[in-house]
């Protein structure tokens, strides 16, 4: 039996949208309405890993659980390994569902859907989402990076052996888009977060080869539909709309 423990890392200074995090939709904060996807979700304890004293007074003003964390820290799985360490020191909880903090109208089923590979393969460390591509842009499109998935037909869950922002793999067959959300092994997390950042890591700037380059297992569930991942100001109406 897993025992999750969900960390939502978020900060305000985001790149291509400063200050989502306290973005209103419909009279709250984004981060509200990701906390209580997560609390939806129904999967274990929900934390947030704030990087800002602002998004803490949010969480904690609903009543949520809300630590602060080094604003200078590189990622998301990083932030959550911190909080995970400072609520949970005595690692009772052997999983991390780390659960992006842009994901505001995410079905939250979706994230008991990364534990399915933890659950059925105890030597897989990481877990992830992948949709099916059926677009040929998407397909071409290099801000869409994709999932050499080793999966077995009719199967909803494979081996990502590989991350790429250019087509792979070659051949005929199906192509997986990455949704990146992760969920570790306690112990996975704690070395992937201890790993220099590994050449083709660098190369293809996908944090997620640190850990294929250091041979650790991940393997990802097929969902049917992409969440909408909010980082411009026309996904921010979006999410406005759905939730409105």
């Given at each position: 039996?897993?025992?999750?423990?969900?960390?939502?890392?978020?900060?305000l200074?985001?790149?291509?949208?400063?200050?989502?995090?306290?973005?209103?939709?419909?009279?709250?904060?984004?981060?509200?309405?990701?906390?209580?996807?997560?609390?939806?979700?129904?999967?274990?304890?929900?934390?947030?890993?704030?990087?800002?004293?602002?998004?803490?007074?949010?969480?904690?003003?609903?009543?949520?659980?809300?630590?602060?964390?080094?604003?200078?820290?590189?990622?998301g799985?990083?932030?959550?390994?911190?909080?995970?360490?400072?609520?949970?020191?005595?690692?009772?909880?052997?999983?991390?569902?780390?659960?992006?903090?842009?994901?505001?109208?995410?079905?939250?089923?979706?994230?008991?859907?990364?534990?399915?590979?933890?659950?059925?393969?105890?030597?897989?460390?990481?877990?992830?989402?992948?949709?099916?591509?059926?677009?040929?842009?998407?397909?071409?499109?290099?801000?869409?990076?994709?999932?050499a998935l080793?999966?077995?037909?009719?199967d909803?869950?494979?081996?990502?052996?590989?991350?790429?922002?250019?087509?792979?793999?070659?051949?005929?067959?199906?192509?997986?888009?990455?949704?990146?959300?992760?969920?570790y092994?306690?112990?996975?997390?704690?070395?992937?977060?201890s790993?220099?950042?590994?050449?083709?890591?660098?190369?293809?700037?996908?944090?997620?080869?640190?850990?294929?380059?250091?041979?650790?297992?991940?393997?990802?569930?097929?969902?049917?539909?992409?969440p909408?991942?909010?980082?411009t100001?026309?996904?921010?109406?979006?999410?406005?709309?759905?939730?409105?």
């Open positions: 039996m897993l025992s999750p423990l969900v960390v939502i890392p978020t900060r200074d985001s790149t291509r949208l400063p200050g989502k995090a306290l973005s209103d939709i419909n009279g709250q904060p984004m981060i509200a309405h990701v906390w209580r996807r997560a609390l939806e979700a129904d999967v274990g304890p929900v934390i947030v890993a704030c990087g800002d004293q602002q998004i803490a007074d949010v969480i904690q003003d609903l009543g949520g659980t809300a630590f602060l964390t080094n604003p200078a820290l590189p990622s799985s990083d932030r959550a390994f911190a909080a995970a360490t400072m609520v949970d020191p005595q690692e009772q909880h052997d999983v991390i569902v780390v659960f992006q903090g842009d994901l505001p109208t995410i079905d939250p089923g979706t994230v008991g859907a990364t534990l399915a590979p933890l659950e059925r393969a105890p030597y897989c460390e990481i877990a992830t989402l992948a949709t099916e591509i059926e677009s040929f842009l998407e397909l071409q499109a290099p801000q869409i990076v994709k999932i080793s999966i077995q037909p009719g909803t869950v494979g081996r990502a052996v590989y991350f790429s922002r250019g087509i792979t793999p070659a051949g005929a067959g199906k192509h997986y888009h990455h949704i990146g959300m992760y969920t092994r306690r112990k996975a997390l704690a070395r992937y977060v790993l220099p950042r590994g050449i083709l890591e660098q190369r293809e700037n996908l944090e997620q080869l640190r850990a294929i380059e250091a041979g650790m297992r991940i393997d990802a569930t097929v969902i049917q539909t992409e909408l991942g909010v980082d100001v026309l996904d921010l109406e979006r999410a406005r709309q759905l939730l409105g």
